[in-house]
């Protein structure tokens, strides 16, 4: 079964630097997401992606966050100037949207950062 | 806008014992809902999800939900809970028509005792 893929599966890092998260989503699907889970909270919505733009942005997602879809199978989140409070597990996820339709959010592993 | 409550951050249950897990939500437009399961160290699994139709909806792993509109629930159900089971249940909710952010819960850790 296709599966949403990410890289690397945990990821330390000191404070101000930047980091990459990578994200292989399901070949045939057209919508991408980044989501964060700080340790103990709930998950919360980063940014959606389609056709080479941003759809949609959390007040989370600030100057210091951008996604990219480098080719036609990355989708990358970078953070450029890490803070202690970026901390978190990030998941990618993507769907297949029909016209008129919604469509389920696969999701990915996980990236786990820590900034030191 | 969209939310979800879900009730109880940690339940417990035995193993065999019913398992119930709740989750009301609020949406001003027909929402379409979902539960994931998140085991230790791992990402987000999709239980089960209701968009339309049926409002009594199986997923993996013996688990159900049933959606009520008059109650603006959508609990998670399984009969006999087992050790397996032990995991973080997240209601998420979105809506219908093109892509839209899922919204979720903030989770409940289940517990299944022996």
């Known amino acids: 079964e296709p599966e949403v893929t990410q890289t690397p599966s945990h990821q330390v890092t000191q404070m101000g630097q930047e980091v990459i998260l990578r994200c292989v989503p399901i070949s045939n699907h057209l919508y991408f997401y980044w989501y964060r889970q700080i340790l103990g909270q709930k998950v919360e919505f980063l940014v959606s992606f389609y056709n080479n733009e941003i759809s949609e942005k959390s007040e989370i997602f600030d100057d210091q966050f951008s996604v990219e879809r480098p080719d036609g199978s990355n989708f990358t989140l970078k953070i450029r100037s890490t803070k202690l409070e970026d901390s978190a597990m990030y998941f990618c996820?993507?769907?297949?949207?029909?016209?008129?339709?919604?469509?389920?959010?696969?999701f990915g592993p996980g990236t786990r950062l820590t900034v030191l | 806008a969209q939310s979800v409550t879900q009730l109880g951050s940690h339940v417990s249950v035995s193993e065999g014992a019913l398992v119930l897990l709740r989750c009301n939500y609020s949406?001003?437009?027909?929402?379409?809902l979902f539960w994931y399961v998140q085991y230790p160290n791992q990402g987000l699994q999709l239980l089960l999800k209701y968009t339309t139709g049926a409002t009594l909806v199986k997923g993996i792993n013996g688990f159900e939900a049933e959606f009520k509109k008059s109650e603006t629930s959508f609990h998670l159900t399984k009969p006999s809970a087992h050790m397996s089971d032990a995991a973080e249940y997240f209601c998420?909710?979105?809506?219908?028509?093109?892509?839209?952010?899922?919204?979720f819960g903030t989770g409940t850790k289940l517990q299944v005792i022996p």
């Open positions: 998420a909710v979105t809506s219908s028509g093109g892509y839209q952010k899922v919204t």
């Open positions: 949406s001003s437009v027909p929402p379409y």
């Open positions: 996820a993507s769907s297949l949207i029909l016209t008129g339709e919604t469509d389920t959010q696969y």
